[in-house]
């Protein structure tokens, strides 16, 4: 019961397989192995990752809604770094599928050295291309941060009575969502009024953790003021974790 079994599929989309030069299990195949795994008591593991060259948003939902309704234990949609030495990563590939870039901290990785100088490792991530734009990416990060709260022990029953009811967990979590965009912040609901506000901060946090260039970010937190932001977790947190986290411990 201490192993996972990982579907990294990164899309089910054919057309962004072959964008990526990838192929994966057929999903028909990895149902046949959930039982299997069930028995054995094994943990499984679906990992997404957001934009890669000729995703949409819906192609990407549709993806999500495919391992949910698979009913994999964790199913976690990844950002997109683009890696040294990666094809992705050349200057062709990016002209070719527009891609547009920000940079952030990686959580948790970072140390003052006894110069008084900080260090602090930075990823490249993708947050638009030419079939997916910057709104999408932050809709998408929403959508992450829900199914990270839904995907829990405590909460498995809706997802158990959605399939039940013969609804698309997808389709709940969307229009989830969309209640929570569109709610009154002078609504006398205040559990709705506290769960949008947790909703709306992630947001922000999700666009504020993201920079221009690398060089900004490493001047920036050479202020100690700045760095100690990184020291308390105000910055430089994974920030689906941390709201998942808040959600559980003052929220519940």
């Known amino acids: 019961g201490s192993l996972q079994m990982t579907m990294a599929v990164q899309s089910l989309d054919p057309k962004v397989l072959k964008n990526i030069k990838r192929s994966n ?14 028995k054995a008591n094994l943990s499984s593991y679906g990992e997404v990752i ?7 948003f819906d192609s990407h939902m549709e993806t999500l809604s495919q391992l949910l309704d698979l009913d994999i234990d964790s199913v976690i949609p990844h950002s997109l770094m683009m890696l040294n030495g990666a094809e992705l990563n050349s200057p062709d590939q990016r002209q070719k599928y527009g891609i547009e870039t920000k940079f952030r901290v990686i959580p948790r990785d970072f140390t003052m050295m ?11 991530v993708v947050i638009a291309n030419n079939t997916f734009d910057y709104n999408s990416y932050i809709r ?10 839904i995907k829990n022990p405590g909460f498995n029953f809706i997802l158990k009575f959605l399939s039940q009811s013969n609804i698309r967990p997808i389709n709940f979590l969307l229009l989830l969502l ?26 922000e946090d999700t666009k504020s953790e993201l920079w221009d260039n690398e060089k900004e970010i490493i001047n ?15 910055d430089g947190k994974n920030l689906i974790q941390s709201y998942v986290s808040e959600a559980f411990s003052e929220k519940m």
């Open 25 to 38: 299990i057929r999903t028909s195949d990895y149902l046949a192995l959930k039982p299997a795994l069930d």
């Open 50 to 56: 957001v934009a890669l060259p000729g995703e949409t």
């Open 114 to 124: 006894k110069s008084g100088r900080g260090v602090i490792e930075v990823e490249e």
């Open 140 to 149: 998408a990060r929403k959508i992450a941060y829900l199914i990270s709260l």
């Open 178 to 203: 969309d209640k929570l965009e569109n709610s009154r912040t002078n609504s006398k609901n205040l559990n709705l009024i506290a769960f949008v506000d947790l909703l709306n901060r992630f947001t």
């Open 220 to 234: 920036y937190y050479q202020n100690p003021n700045n760095f100690s932001k990184l020291v308390s977790g105000e």
